[in-house]
């Protein structure tokens, strides 16, 4: 193909060489290289690509993108653009022939729920006999296919690649979550959704090589009502006023408190059964739907009531969005991995102190006989949240079981006796286990009749990160070795 063609939605100048050149191939990598790709510079947060064009002309390439008019061999084809990563974006796409266009498009943004959300997307259409293709968190998920991504919402040519290779699967859905990240790094760039999801807002991802402030997260974030036709709201959010005022798309909010939205969850109730742990309540509004989710917490109302707002539009029977709902399983999301007389287990990826206090504070709402809470805090990363876990669990759980959670290159000890300085400031009762499989153990072991386990902060993760080295592990395959063991 020619690689004019691929230039057609960009902004350009040429600043040496010709357009005529053949290309077959995007490379924004000089480790990747070859002759016939064109490699598009980036700076980046660690380097600027700009310095690899000797290298990467040494190796073949014929055709560079740039950013920065800086000098380049003769005979080598320089474009220059305003924002490379842009650049990558929009020619990513038609490299591999615009695929998300064939597809009903859903983007799901916010600071929580992001996963839970999509997961139940996805879990409804299949429900309803679609295929639906999947990027996130957990990865690309084509059917029972999941490849792990290095980001929540990875960079715009491999998004348009697996975009392909879904139509080429036959999915007729995608749903994926769009981090502020992604935004601010142009990685879906050029995309407009069909829907665009907001779950929530709240400081996070601040930092280096994150964003500046709240206001610079806020303002990537709401970009999704920018790149979205149809867009979702959730109006109990404290921002939603803001996050919404630069809005181009056609806006709907939905509510479990507000009056008069969109959608609306009423008559909500908080399960607790030996073979049902879960919510249950009415979507009302433009929609109406009596709805079972068969995993629990307030929290997850808002999840549920999202997907629901969203799927509305899809013209879906409802009985298998009801079906999908009741049979819902989110990987380390509010997981029940164990449920009888004896007590009810729960996997969940809270690691941080908001996520911990919302966590707790539901299952409050499931009235357990106690609140059992087994959590840790990783190694070599900020000691703020190993006090404010800490001291939620003091406050919120009945009884908490301090253990390991990626120690990384630091001794697990030294981070347990950072979480006892804040949790012994509260009037919580706790012990220490730092063998994490042992701690589970323990939790179930000494269960009593009606008591609720949650074992918090790694969720889906299926690894302990130890000394530098990984080593599988993951909490839903020790709760169920832990039942066996120990024959309950
Ligand atoms: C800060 C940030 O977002 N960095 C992302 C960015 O890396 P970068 O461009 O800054 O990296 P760099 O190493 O400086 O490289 C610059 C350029 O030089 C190129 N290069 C580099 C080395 C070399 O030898 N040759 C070469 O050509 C690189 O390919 C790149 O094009 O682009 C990479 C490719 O897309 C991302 O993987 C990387 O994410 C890093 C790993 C990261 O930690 N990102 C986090 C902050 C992130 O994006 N998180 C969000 C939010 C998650 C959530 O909500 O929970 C996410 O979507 O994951
Ligand atoms: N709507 C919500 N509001 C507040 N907390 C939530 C919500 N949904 C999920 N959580 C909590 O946050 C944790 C992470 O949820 P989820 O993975 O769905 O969110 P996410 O947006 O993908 O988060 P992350 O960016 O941290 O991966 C859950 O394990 C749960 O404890």
Redesign the pocket.
């Known amino acids: 193909m020619k690689f004019k063609e691929w230039l057609k939605d960009l902004n350009y100048e040429v600043l040496q060489g010709s357009l005529d050149e053949d290309v077959d191939e995007i490379v924004y990598d000089s480790r990747k290289a070859r002759e016939g790709a064109v490699f598009v510079c980036m700076k980046g947060t660690k380097v600027d690509s700009h310095e690899f064009i000797p290298a990467v002309v040494k190796a073949g390439v014929k055709v560079l993108v740039m950013e920065e008019k800086v000098p380049v061999p003769e005979g080598v084809t320089a474009i220059y653009v305003h924002n490379a990563r842009e650049a990558l974006a929009l020619l990513s796409a038609a490299r591999f022939g615009y695929p998300a266009e064939k597809m009903v498009t859903i983007g799901v943004t916010?600071?929580?729920?992001?996963?839970?959300t999509t997961h139940m997307i996805k879990t409804i259409l299949e429900s309803c006999g679609k295929k639906v293709g999947m990027i996130g968190?957990t990865g690309i998920v084509i059917g029972d296919v999941v490849t792990p991504t290095k980001n929540?919402t990875p960079e715009s040519y491999e998004l348009h690649e697996a975009f392909q290779t879904m139509v080429e699967a036959g999915c007729e859905y995608l749903v994926m979550?769009v981090s502020s990240q992604a935004y601010k790094m142009h990685r879906v760039a050029g995309i407009t959704f069909d829907y665009g999801l907001f779950?929530?807002i709240s400081p996070d991802h601040i930092g280096p090589d994150e964003h500046e402030d709240f206001d610079e997260y806020l303002y990537y974030k709401s970009r999704i009502f920018n790149t979205c036709k149809k867009g979702v709201m959730n109006k109990d959010d404290v921002h939603w006023e803001q996050v919404t005022k630069d809005a181009s798309c056609q806006l709907y909010f939905f509510s479990m408190d507000a009056e008069g939205t969109d959608f609306k969850a009423d008559n909500i109730h908080y399960v607790s059964q030996s073979d049902f742990v879960g919510i249950e309540f009415d979507v009302k509004g433009r929609y109406s739907l009596p709805v079972r989710v068969n995993i629990p917490g307030r929290?997850?109302v808002?999840?549920a009531l999202a997907a629901v707002s969203i799927l509305s539009f899809l013209d879906l029977p409802k009985d298998r969005i009801c079906h999908g709902l009741e049979h819902l399983s989110v990987n380390g999301?509010?997981e029940i991995v164990y449920s009888s007389e004896k007590c009810t287990v729960i996997v969940?990826?809270?690691h941080n102190a908001i996520?911990m206090e919302?966590?707790l504070t539901t299952l409050r709402d499931y009235n357990p006989k106690r609140l059992v809470c087994v959590f840790g805090c990783g190694g070599n990363r900020s000691k703020d949240r190993r006090y404010s876990m800490g001291d939620s669990a003091g406050r919120l759980a009945d009884f908490t079981i301090i253990t390991a959670d990626n120690s990384r290159f630091e001794k697990t000890e030294d981070i347990i006796a950072d979480i006892r300085g804040s949790i012994s400031k509260t009037a919580g009762k706790f012990i220490e286990i730092p063998d994490r499989r042992e701690a589970i153990r323990y939790s179930i072991a000494h269960a009593e009749p009606g008591d609720m386990i949650a074992i918090i902060g790694k969720?889906h993760e299926d690894y302990q990160e130890m000394n530098g080295v990984r080593h599988h592990f993951l909490d839903r395959e020790e709760v169920l070795e832990a039942v066996k063991i120990l024959n309950i």
């Open positions: 916010g600071t929580k729920g992001k996963t839970t968190t929540t979550e779950t929530n929290f997850n808002a999840n999301r509010m969940d990826y809270a996520s919302s966590l969720g």
